[in-house]
């Protein structure tokens, strides 16, 4: 399996594994209520953060035995936001598809960082793993999440009136994608300019 190439760079930011002394910045944004609102789990707790940290600590590998790879977005050296990257996709496990996912701090957000990570994400998934197509699942009231998705050539791909069981109650579901190929013609065209 392919091994993501790491630090991943963009004009303002770092993907990187998180590392030991991420925890006091990502607990400080995963602590958070509504932050967490359309991510699963509930609000972490510090340990539960220093787990998270340790565990994740070697991501940028990614085998059949772990197809989850979340990268920590640092900005001057602050964590603020982590993105995921799940090489499968909706139907199989045939390392094709890769589902995207990002969460950002409250006071980083509204700045295009989620954006911008989460293009360089979809950039690696294409022309560093070599996928299909990229997906992201929300909760159909998570608009600015929709909005990043639009941003990044993502179309909307089906909506399930409340189709999802997610915190105690029944919402709907948004799932957007954009193939390879249409990554590449969006692109070479944003390059051309």
């Known amino acids: ?115 911008e990570a989460a293009r360089a994400l979809v950039r690696v998934a294409f022309e560093e793993l070599g996928v299909h197509r990229v997906w992201a699942q929300l909760d159909g009231e998570n608009t600015a999440s929709a909005r990043i998705c639009e941003r990044l050539g993502m179309r909307r791909e089906a909506w399930f009136e409340r189709g999802s069981w997610f915190k105690g109650r029944w919402t709907d579901l948004a799932v957007y994608a954009v193939r390879a190929d249409e990554w590449g013609a969006r692109e070479s065209k944003a390059g051309d300019h």
């Open 1 to 115: 399996m392919p091994r993501v190439r790491l630090p991943i760079t963009t004009d303002r930011l770092v993907l990187r594994s998180l590392r030991p002394g991420d925890e006091r910045h990502v607990f400080a944004y995963r602590s958070l209520p509504d932050v967490v609102r359309y991510i699963p789990g509930e609000p972490k707790t510090l340990e539960q953060v220093q787990d998270m940290v340790a565990e994740r600590a070697t991501a940028g590998r990614i085998e059949p035995s772990q197809p989850v790879c979340t990268l920590a977005v640092d900005l001057d050296g602050r964590v603020i936001g982590d993105v995921l990257l799940h090489l499968d996709g909706p139907d199989g496990h045939d390392g094709r598809q890769a589902e995207i996912g990002w969460v950002l701090a409250p006071d980083m957000q509204g700045m295009g960082y989620a954006t």
